[in-house]
């Protein structure tokens, strides 16, 4: 068993034995273990002189012998070896800054780039341990020094060989480990203008400048000359691109009479352990932005999606169709009594990638939410947004003051929109672990609403027992905050996909829309709710505008080509249901619209191909699949399935496959059913699923559309006399 010590780019250990389980250490102890691991022996003197300098012969030793003890316990007996009074590491430890000295020494320079991760122990600092600390930057110089000389010599052989992206790669592993070396981004700028890349020798140097900034410097004259007179290039993607189309499936319609803009993930400049933090302020202040009527927000999902990426700000312009994009970096200095964080921001305007303004901002934790809004307000006054006194209001809103509580609802919210079993599962933990940390946090409440409602959707949950639940959560947070637009678009979900209260459901989201006028969410069920009440062409284009806020999400790509599909358009919803699976991998309910679209069409080898990785119904779903030819014998397959199921049946799957296999009274029975278990009336068959709310727009119960069962069904549940039938709209195009 190997005991590896991390001491490059932060600290951590690990442990290799049938697994790797990773330990803590405290500070003192950790510094002992890395001492060693480099050093490899030491006398009690020795370390006694690094760790505890102001202490006297018997308290020092002391302490000594609690810090080894409190090694045995967590790295057991082998890890020391003792001779008298010397310190020695076994064999069994490794080092990962040892392993990189030796590949460099050796002249494994492309390994020695791979091993290095990043500054010795950078992060860590131990107070009131002079000659450790001088230790320490000793060693770190050192290494970084072979790191630096490692890559400049791989730069070198690669130019030699003719590959200018592999030297760019290891120039800019220097320049990510040594964010301050004028040099590294130099060298990285030269490269990139050498291959006639302008606009990522821009970018390189519009990071190294805010990595100066955020620390009150600027950049070399020297590195500064080289971008002077950079002339960007003009024409498709840097134009006035008002009624240019997107690539994407359903092309990006943008209203150019309200400004576009992304806040892109903000740089992290510190150790992994403090990433939540960076996340957490570009959350806020994406939030605070997206509550402005006068501003079209791109979604947190959509911005995700250019986290670590080199995009260039034209690339961002022509795939999001945005004016201004909102970029920066966060800082966390440990040095002082009171931590304080450092923002430095900047906007930039898309047209031409010329900066509107730059700066820093810094405050102790404690006052992290001021700086948020410093941040919002900027934007406001450089885009001179007239904003109504609520949004003025919104703008310096404290939803929740404790940081730990807001990196739990936005993880929450990075696996709501997922939209998978294990990700809604985990979704809820997560806004339930945000709330016992802050009972008042409304939106934390709005998320744990709208992950009940979505789970009886994707997973073979009874409905009944998550309504309830979705219902007390949205009451909740309206309660805690009115003004809370995800708690109104949770309780406008709510009451379409179980309520069937079309006038509840728009009420609710028409006033989120108000509170907030660029929720996605809210766009989404709007759209949902003028579908079912007849105004098909208008929720069209309300999907559409939610589609053009947020192109790179699954739950949006998915809701899109789901709404395209009951509408009719079965070209777009294969587009775009298949850019679901391009982005999420394989996800059964794309899949099962797209198979169940074959099979009507008679195509039943492209349905097997689309149905073969569902995996909801269990093993007899390849047998079914098998049977499709004979739709008697593959409906028997089913109630197998039904027979076999070990918890709640699946409504839509099982509903909608009895209605494309003809056997019309089991397709009834299931609809019922589920309607008596949403009522709470009782049935002797659990269903899971998605609402009912769908039934009239559903093109796999046309069959079942001149039953008159079926249409008791729909006046039950007050849907038969608010619209035309979905198979009315889809033949006569009446809107």
Not at 173 to 202: N, T, V
Not at 578 to 603: C, I, N
Request: some cysteine; overall charge negative; aromatic content about 8%.
């Amino acid at each position: 068993m190997t005991i590896r010590v991390h001491s490059l780019g932060g600290f951590g250990v690990t442990v290799d034995g049938e697994g790797e389980a990773h330990l803590a250490l405290s500070g003192l102890s950790a510094a002992l273990l890395v001492f060693l691991a480099v050093e490899r022996t030491a006398t009690r003197d020795q370390v006694i002189g690094l760790l505890w300098p102001e202490r006297d012969g018997h308290r020092a030793r002391h302490s000594l012998s609690q810090v080894l003890y409190e090694l045995k316990g967590t790295l057991g007996e082998g890890w020391l070896e003792r001779a008298g009074d010397r310190l020695e590491a076994s064999d069994r430890i490794d080092a990962d800054a040892m392993a990189f000295e030796e590949a460099a020494e050796r002249g494994a320079l492309d390994e020695a780039v791979r091993l290095y991760r990043g500054p010795f122990l950078a992060g860590t600092y131990l107070r009131d341990t002079v000659d450790f600390e001088r230790w320490v930057d000793r060693w770190r110089d050192h290494l970084a020094d072979l790191h630096r000389r490692a890559c400049r010599e791989v730069a070198e052989r690669r130019l030699d060989r003719g590959d200018r992206a592999g030297a760019i790669a290891a120039i800019r592993r220097w320049a990510e480990s040594e964010p301050f070396a004028a040099e590294a981004h130099r060298l990285l700028i030269e490269l990139l203008l050498e291959g006639d890349d302008r606009q990522g020798a821009l970018r390189q140097y519009e990071r190294y400048e805010r990595h100066l900034r955020s620390e009150g410097m600027t950049p070399t004259h020297e590195v500064a000359a080289l971008i002077e007179g950079i002339e960007l290039p003009r024409g498709p993607e840097a134009a006035d691109d008002a009624g240019r189309e997107s690539a994407l499936p359903l092309p990006i319609r943008v209203d150019r009479s309200t400004p576009r803009l992304v806040v892109l993930p903000f740089e992290h400049l510190g150790d992994a352990d403090t990433a939540h933090l960076t996340e957490g302020i570009t959350e806020e202040i994406t939030c605070r932005l997206a509550r402005l009527s006068g501003l079209a927000l791109i979604a947190r999902t959509s911005a995700n999606w250019y986290r670590g990426a080199s995009s260039s700000v034209a690339q961002i312009r022509r795939e999001l169709g945005v004016d201004y994009v909102l970029e920066g970096a966060v800082r966390l200095d440990d040095s002082a009594d009171e931590r304080r964080v450092r923002v430095s921001a900047q906007l930039i305007r898309a047209t031409n990638a010329t900066h509107l303004w730059a700066d820093s901002y810094e405050a102790t934790l404690g006052e992290i939410f001021r700086l948020q809004s410093r941040v919002a307000e900027r934007v406001v006054e450089a885009l001179d947004l007239r904003l109504r006194p609520s949004e003025r209001q919104a703008l310096e809103r404290q939803e929740t003051r404790d940081p730990d509580a807001r990196e739990l609802y936005v993880r929450g919210m990075r696996r709501w929109e997922d939209i998978t079993p294990g990700a809604l599962e985990e979704a809820v933990g997560l806004f339930q672990q945000a709330i016992e940390l802050e009972p008042g946090y409304a939106r934390a409440y709005a998320g744990l609403a709208a992950t009940y409602a979505l789970i009886p959707s994707f997973t073979a949950s009874p409905a009944a027992a998550w309504l309830a639940k979705a219902d007390a959560a949205a009451r909740r947070a309206i309660a805690i905050d009115p003004a809370c637009a995800e708690a109104h678009s949770a309780a406008g979900m709510i009451a379409f996909l179980f309520g069937w209260d079309m006038k509840g459901a728009e009420g609710h989201l028409r006033r989120a829309l108000e509170i907030a006028a660029s929720d996605v969410r809210a766009h989404v069920f709007l759209a949902y709710v003028q579908c079912a009440t007849g105004r098909t062409a208008e929720a069209f284009e309300t999907m559409r505008r939610a589609y053009a806020l947020d192109p790179f999400s699954v739950s949006t790509n998915f809701h899109v080509g789901f709404q395209a599909w009951q509408g009719g358009d079965r070209d777009l919803a294969a587009r775009q249901l298949r850019l679901v699976d391009q982005l999420a991998g394989e996800f059964d309910p794309a899949s099962y619209v797209l198979g169940g679209t074959h099979y009507l069409e008679g195509d039943l080898t492209a349905t097997r191909q689309e149905w073969a990785p569902i995996r909801m119904f269990g093993p007899p779903w390849k047998t079914l699949l098998d049977e499709l030819e004979e739709p008697a014998a593959a409906a028997a397959v089913l109630n197998r399935i039904v027979k076999l199921a070990p918890g709640a049946v699946h409504w839509y799957g099982v509903g909608s496959l009895y209605a494309l296999l003809g056997a019309t009274e089991r397709a009834l029975v299931v609809l019922e059913s589920h309607l008596r278990n949403l009522r709470g009336e009782g049935t002797e068959m659990a269903t899971a699923g998605p609402s009912l709310a769908f039934l009239d727009t559903d093109p796999f119960f046309d069959s079942l559309r001149s039953e008159p069962r079926f249409k008791e069904l729909l006046g039950r549940l007050g849907l038969a006399d608010i619209r035309l039938t979905g198979v009315e709209s889809r033949l006569t195009g009446r809107t």
